[in-house]
């Protein structure tokens, strides 16, 4: 579980500039590294969790390309309240990030800064069959009542038929904080003046799906 020790790599340093400023002027219930969703189809680079809502954050280092960028973000846009792009000035005139969803929140990393340059919009009506892939089978479970006795497949069809978009989103919102809760609460209490990188290892989870539990 965790980050190897000594790497450093740019999206890794760009998380903790971009925790570093998380932090500065808020208190979140959860911040999370590399949260797998859509059934481990994506990881969302990090995770924060305030008031309920989920905001999910996509980092393109110097070191990436874009090829991918839309079609990872509206996939992001089915899971999380609020998305934020936060991409490398060497993007700064790319047409891909300007054609972009004003709903789409951006921040652009120059050179060891962080600027916010778009607020994110908020989104309340998420999918729910995209939401019901951030949970674990013990957590569907946990919504309807049931043993796990049941198939998995019916145990999302029941979630799906039976509970609430919030209800679903408040089990996302217990199951985080129980997987990554007491290494965030670590985190927070190791933390010195700046987060490194090396901290990212208190808020890395397991990153399989667990379908069966």
């Not at 450093?8 to 500065?24: D, F, R, S, W």
């Not at 989920?54 to 390309?65: C, Q, V, Y």
């Not at 989103?169 to 987060?195: N, T, W």
Request: aromatic residues 8%; hydrophobic residues 40%.
């Amino acid at each position: 579980m965790g980050l190897k020790s000594g790497n450093y790599g740019e999206a890794n340093i760009v998380k903790t500039t971009l925790i570093n400023l998380l932090l500065q002027d808020e208190r979140f219930d959860l911040i999370a590294n590399e949260v797998p969703f859509l059934y481990g189809k994506r990881s969302a680079d990090l995770v924060a969790i305030k008031d309920g809502m989920l905001i999910g954050f996509e980092i393109k280092s110097k070191r990436d390309n874009l090829r991918t960028m839309r079609a990872q973000l509206e996939d992001y846009q089915r899971v999380f309240n609020k998305v934020y792009l936060v991409y490398s000035n060497k993007f700064a005139s790319a047409p891909e990030i300007m054609q972009l969803s004003k709903s789409i929140g951006l921040m652009i990393v120059d050179e060891e800064r962080i600027k916010l340059k778009r607020k994110a919009s908020l989104k309340v009506n998420l999918d729910k069959k995209s939401l019901i892939s951030v949970l674990w089978r013990k957590d569907l479970e946990n919504l309807i009542k049931k043993s796990n006795s049941i198939d998995f497949d019916m145990l999302k069809f029941m979630v799906t038929h039976k509970c609430s978009t919030k209800q679903i989103q408040s089990q996302i919102v217990k199951s985080l904080e129980q997987r990554y809760g007491y290494g965030y609460e670590l985190f927070l209490h190791e933390l010195g003046e700046r987060a490194i990188v090396e901290d990212l290892t208190y808020i890395t989870g397991v990153k399989k799906h667990q379908i069966v539990f």
